[in-house]
């Protein structure tokens, strides 16, 4: 029987240009000796062992400090020595030298002033231990304490008014539960009775009444400006049904109250945004039909979900439902409000001007959202006509910027309004998914030949930050809020921003601050660097008005 041969062994090569490992340091006593007469320096053998050489005879003491201690340690180490000298005491301090390869080593040092007969000091005696491991043990326990001080401690966010879980959190547990199981979604549309424009506080009661009657395993939701939700997870038809019978029976003895309640199974096709939409869309049937509940046992089609979101838009757009609000951005080098955000709002029938966060996801997911950026285009053209001098930031959904229609429009409603367009810089949301992007880089680089501005909103927000500075010709980016507000007390916040600000230097991209709310923050900013701000502090947004947004 023929024995095989064993295998050869692999074991990878060493990397050819990486220096040798350091050696064990020498257990002699390692220390130097420096003498003002003469400027010399001497050090032992087992000093040189942890460096890696001796010094040369002619080097000077500066020389040799450059060389030898880490360049962000010089001023500690001269200041040490120097406090030694005048003080006469004997000094302790920590810094960290230089080896010949390149890396370096912390070392507690000693050091001790010589005397003359005279009485002065003629010299320093420096005694240096290696202490890497226990330096190197305190810089990655602080290490973990800072990240454990500016890593948000859970994903699940309250809404501030209701401490019900804000409408994307909600959404992600909604997507949970269509990976487990089946259930029901209920969407509450509350007005109150004798003050229906009172949001916060109808809110806040109703978030209570919830968490009164409905159990503690259904999650509970805040899903639009005057709607609450509920996750019926695993939860069978019949109990969701009769669940939400008493709920509303609840809720509309306290206020006004109507129902949309969906049903979804395991894997549905709907996902989250969608059961939303059609459980948004079924309480609007209530109101209609003047009832309290409407339920659908099967989630819309997408094809028919996406019609009547697109016939629900298109008379919103028809029947002034939508506005626009404006706010102003201060440039800092002049002190002078020099353009203003445009800001869409959606009039709601009883609470007034609305956040369109809402509108704008569902219709963005649905492929809806080019009429509404139209309409904003087309109205911030005829803002600027009307004044020649105002420049104006008009946002844009990343859906519109990927659809080769937009650029033409654009051209048009230029040509029609007969608008400078330099007065018009437009805003491509950093966080918003861009459909197409060889046409958004198509539309960014035809206006900018045109003569518009481009802007990149919400930046350091989204995992695009950077890679879209480089895909398009960005003129100004706006830093995300969320950095901002607590600037003034947040140091890590103070590095981000800072970092960004040279980032955007170094492009040749001018910066706004978004959420400044108080003249320490504005200092700060400044002294950053940072070009423009905007915020409370600068001016709340304030209503364009309504005759200036209708066609002639």
């Not at 960290?96 to 010589?114: H, K």
């Not at 209570?208 to 005057?226: A, D, M, T």
Request: aromatic share 6%; charged share 30%; net charge negative.
């Amino acid at each position: 029987m023929t024995v095989p041969e064993e295998r050869e062994r692999w074991t990878p090569a060493p990397p050819a240009m990486l220096p040798e490992p350091r050696q064990p340091t020498d257990e002699r006593a390692a220390w130097f000796t420096y003498t003002a007469a003469g400027d010399q320096i001497v050090w032992s053998a087992a000093l040189s062992a942890m460096i890696g050489r001796p010094p040369a005879e002619k080097e000077m003491t500066r020389q040799i400090l450059a060389r030898y201690v880490h360049r962000d340690d010089h001023a500690k180490a001269l200041g040490s020595i120097t406090e030694a000298w005048t003080s006469r005491h004997t000094v302790h301090t920590t810094v960290r030298l230089m080896r010949t390869d390149g890396g370096w080593f912390d070392v507690d040092c000693r050091l001790e002033p010589m005397m003359s007969s005279d009485g002065t000091v003629r010299g320093i005696r420096g005694t240096v231990r290696d202490v890497s491991s226990r330096e190197r043990a305190r810089r990655e326990s602080a290490r973990l304490t800072r990240r454990g001080e500016t890593v948000q401690a859970s994903l699940v966010e309250p809404d501030p008014a209701t401490g019900l879980l804000i409408r994307a959190r909600f959404a992600d547990e909604i997507d949970r539960a269509l990976r487990n199981a089946g259930g029901a979604l209920l969407v509450v549309r509350v007005q109150g009775r004798q003050r229906p424009d009172d949001n916060a506080e109808l809110l806040h009661q109703v978030a209570r009444v919830l968490e009164e009657h409905v159990r503690p395993e259904h999650l509970l939701g805040r899903v639009g400006p005057n709607e609450v939700a509920v996750l019926y997870a695993g939860t069978s038809w019949r109990d969701a049904r009769e669940q939400s019978r008493v709920l509303m029976a609840t809720l509309r003895e306290e206020v006004q109250a109507w129902g949309g309640l969906v049903r979804f199974e395991r894997d549905a096709e709907a996902g989250s945004h969608g059961l939303l939409i059609d459980a948004e869309q079924a309480w609007r049937q209530s109101r209609e039909a003047e009832r309290s509940l409407t339920r659908l046992a099967h989630p819309v089609p997408v094809r028919d979900r996406q019609g009547s979101y697109r016939t629900r838009l298109a008379d919103a757009l028809g029947t002034d439902r939508f506005t626009l609000y404006s706010q102003p951005i201060l440039e800092l080098q002049t002190n002078k409000v020099t353009r203003h955000e445009l800001l869409l709002r959606v009039l709601d029938e009883a609470d007034g001007p609305q956040s369109p966060i809402q509108v704008l996801d569902a219709a963005e997911r649905l492929d809806a959202v080019f009429d509404i950026d139209l309409w904003v285009v087309e109205r911030a053209m005829r803002l600027a006509a009307e004044e020649p001098g105002l420049c104006l930031q008009v946002n844009l959904s990343g859906r519109s910027v990927g659809d080769p229609r937009l650029t033409t429009e654009v051209e048009k409603l230029l040509d029609r309004y007969r608008v400078d367009p330099a007065q018009l810089t437009f805003e491509i949301t950093e966080t918003a998914l861009i459909g197409n992007l060889s046409e958004a880089r198509r539309f960014a680089d035809r206006v900018r030949d045109l003569g518009c501005g481009l802007a990149l909103d919400d930046f350091g927000s989204g995992y695009a930050s950077f890679r879209y500075l480089r895909l398009f010709p960005i003129d100004l980016v706006k830093i995300d809020g969320e950095y901002v507000v607590d600037l003034v007390d947040n140091p890590q916040d103070q590095v981000l921003v800072r970092a960004l600000v040279q980032v955007c230097q170094a492009y040749g991209i001018h910066t706004v601050a978004e959420f400044v709310q108080d003249e320490a923050t504005l200092r700060m900013l400044r002294e950053l660097g940072v070009d423009y701000v905007q915020g409370y502090l600068i001016g709340r947004p304030s209503p364009v008005p309504p005759s200036r947004l209708r066609g002639a």
